[in-house]
């Protein structure tokens, strides 16, 4: 089996690469003869290309963040539909999902804010291509290589770590290995629709906080104020401070087995312990 990915450099790309040993990267400046090209024997075509999410949303970056998804997936499926390609697997996220809701993958509201549009428009894309047709959704993933785990990492083994925002922000987060595991997944079922790439047990910012002090053996008493976050991140600060509890009831009824289904474990396994 051959696999193609966009976005093969980033967080996810780089562990995905790990667990096929035939695969080709597409480049965000592939033209589409050039990706036409690449897709030549290949069975599925993993798509993670977009601009990073967690920066402060001005104009120009909201501008680069749409267009680095909508138009590079939609280049991506132009090709996708004139190859002989299989199955095609894209990207979305939790932030399609209303705020302090409860959801799975039936729910349809769509959160009215510019990542819930951006979410929105990303999908109907995707959704063009005429192959069976996967959509991750993803929640906050965790790994010790990057994402959001690696970069709080440091403060709270310095005992300078605490609740992000509110304590009742609801967090759906996904250890790296069962999101590998996923991917993996959905391409031997060959499986098509909307699944919501998170554990099934989502927490609420203090739990989350004082779990991974507990294992870290820190204090966890700082707190990071949501409005500190949004002087730091503006518009962008929604990807820190909204609530979103969603389960992944799709995969589980396809008999999808999580291996780190709650926090402790998976900070358990990330940190060795």
């Known amino acids: ?57 001005d104009e120009p970056c909201k501008e680069l963040l749409y267009s680095s998804r909508i138009e590079g997936t939609k280049k991506l499926v132009n090709a996708i539909n004139k190859s002989k390609v299989k199955q095609f697997i894209s990207t979305s996220a939790v932030g399609i999902y209303p705020n302090d809701k409860a959801c799975d993958e039936s729910c349809k509201e769509i959160s009215q804010d510019f990542l819930g549009m951006l979410c929105e428009e990303w999908e109907k894309e995707a959704n063009k291509c005429i192959k069976p047709t996967a959509i991750f959704r993803l929640g906050v993933v965790l790994g010790m290589d990057g994402g959001a785990f690696e970069a709080m990492l440091p403060s709270y083994k310095m005992g300078l770590g605490g609740v992000i925002g509110s304590v009742k922000i609801i967090t759906s ?35 989350f906080a004082k779990t991974l002090g507990k294992i870290l053996h820190r204090p966890t008493f700082l707190p990071l104020p949501a409005m500190i976050i949004k002087m730091i991140y503006g518009e962008g600060a929604i990807v820190l401070t909204g609530s979103k509890e969603i389960y992944p009831n799709a995969l589980k009824k396809y008999g999808f087995k999580f291996k780190y289904s709650d926090i402790n474990s998976s900070f358990r396994h990330l940190l060795g312990v």
């Open 173 to 207: 987060w996904i250890d790296i290995d069962d999101l590998i595991n996923m991917y993996r997944f959905v391409i031997q079922e060959r499986l098509e629709g909307i699944f919501n790439a998170v554990s099934p047990n989502p927490v609420n910012n203090l739990v």
């Open 1 to 57: 089996m051959k696999i193609a990915i966009s976005g093969a450099s980033g967080f996810i790309g780089s562990h995905i690469k790990n667990i096929f040993d035939d695969f080709v990267v597409i480049d965000r400046d592939d033209t589409a003869d050039e990706i036409l090209l690449k897709l030549q024997s290949v069975d599925t075509v993993i798509n993670l290309a977009g601009e990073p999410i967690m920066q402060k949303w």
